[in-house]
Nanobody
Framework: QVQLVESGGGSVQAGGSLRLSCVAS????????MGWFRQAPGMEREFVSA??????????ADSADSAKGRFTISRTNANAVSLQMNSLKPEDTAVYYC?????????????????WGQGTQVTVSS
């Protein structure tokens, strides 16, 4: 049974940093795309950043404009991904979800991701 488990959420003041981590189990995800979405109250789930497979032990990253320059995604191993979030803003407050998709292409549509974690809350206060 595939499971994605996130960790690292919490509360921080504006300008602070958090690091989210996600570990997948129950399968081999080396060629999967893995990344992060977020969902604020009353809003749709939105793409944040994702890694996609290029070749053995090599991944590239794609990020939303809101994440560029502040968030850094890393594929720490075939089954794990992390998101370093710096210069956090109150508008970054949301539940952050780890997700995985069986594709090597650029995928930013939440509906195409097959596996999801339970989510971790990130709250940024002003």
């Amino acid at each position: 049974q595939v499971q994605l488990v996130e960790s690292g959420g919490g509360s921080v003041q504006a300008g602070g940093s958090l690091r989210l981590s996600c570990v997948a189990s129950g399968g081999t995800f080396s060629t999967y795309g893995m990344g992060w979405f977020r969902q604020a109250p009353g809003m749709e789930r939105e793409f944040v950043s994702a890694t996609r497979y290029v070749r053995t032990n090599s991944y590239t990253a794609d990020s939303a404009d809101s994440a560029k320059g502040r968030f850094t995604i890393s594929r720490t191993n075939a089954n794990a991904v992390s998101l370093q979030m710096n210069s956090l803003k109150p508008e970054d407050t949301a539940v952050y979800y780890c997700a995985a998709v069986r594709s090597r292409a650029v995928v930013t549509d939440a509906g195409e991701f097959e596996y999801w974690g339970q989510g971790t809350q990130v709250t940024v206060s002003s």
